[in-house]
């Protein structure tokens, strides 16, 4: 799956910022899709993740970073194969480049959903700059 994440740009403290990461084509929904942030002084760091709950294939779960909790909320649009982190109430430390990574349901567990060297694909990144 190609991945294409979008929506980055330069907010001020407590702005909100909605990054969308589109799919070329229908993502399968074994696919779990996760963002990630990095910085010049950081490794890539686990913000958010939503899965398809493998029992129905029906419904979604997400998971969250604690730093992001309450204030970042990923959902995904099936029909247009596109999933969004909308962020609001940004802090100067969410500044980074941020990613979007597809991880296959095999691999899927509440560890290995952080860890980016499990995921197989990933888009291209898009900064995002919080401050004043």
């Known amino acids: 799956v190609q991945l294409q994440a979008s929506g980055g740009g330069s907010v001020q403290p407590g702005g909100s910022l909605r990054l969308s990461c589109a799919a070329s084509?229908?993502?399968?929904?074994?696919?779990?899709i996760g963002w990630f942030r990095q910085t010049s002084e950081t490794e890539r760091e686990f913000v958010a993740h939503?899965?398809?709950?493998?029992?129905?294939?029906?419904?979604?779960?997400?998971y969250y970073a604690d730093s992001v909790k309450g204030r970042f909320t990923i959902s995904r649009d099936n029909p247009e194969s596109t999933v969004y982190l909308q962020m609001d109430n940004l802090k100067p430390e969410d500044t980074g480049v941020y990613y979007c990574?597809?991880?296959?349901?095999?691999?899927?567990?509440?560890?290995?959903?952080?860890?980016?060297?499990?995921?197989?694909?990933w888009g291209q990144g898009t900064l995002v700059t919080v401050s004043s």
């Open positions: 939503i899965s398809r709950v493998a029992s129905s294939w029906s419904y979604d779960i997400s």
């Open positions: 084509g229908r993502i399968d929904n074994r696919y779990s």
């Open positions: 990574a597809a991880l296959w349901y095999v691999r899927w567990s509440t560890s290995n959903m952080e860890n980016p060297g499990l995921y197989d694909s």
